[in-house]
């Protein structure tokens, strides 16, 4: 699989295209980096494809936080401005004045 360049970047909030929730992006995946067993468990008619850029979110939803990995096509970008509430968010960024989160400089992965 030949990697494409990621449309989006870390510290970016993003949103799923056709599930309720929401996230801030903290590691990318060139391509599917994930276990075929978590790949052939998403049904087949909206398995995304391998050879497109996977993102690591702190997610959440109306009911919890938690984190998800999604492909690049299942994304847009969240211009709600409003913060998140992931409590894993805080550990490794501080949200800018800007709404943008950005990577804490004593923080890696």
Known sequence: MKPRAAKYAIGEVVKHRKYPFRGVIYDIDPVFANTEEWWLSIPEEVRPAKDQPFYHLYAENSETEYMAY????????????????????????????????????????
Request: glycine share 4%; hydrophobic share 30%; proline share 8%.
């Open 70 to 109: 999604v492909s690049e096509q299942n994304l847009e970008p969240d211009d709600s401005g409003a913060p998140l509430r992931n409590p894993q968010i805080d550990e490794v960024f501080a949200r800018s004045d800007t709404g943008r989160y950005v990577r804490k400089a004593n923080v890696l992965n």
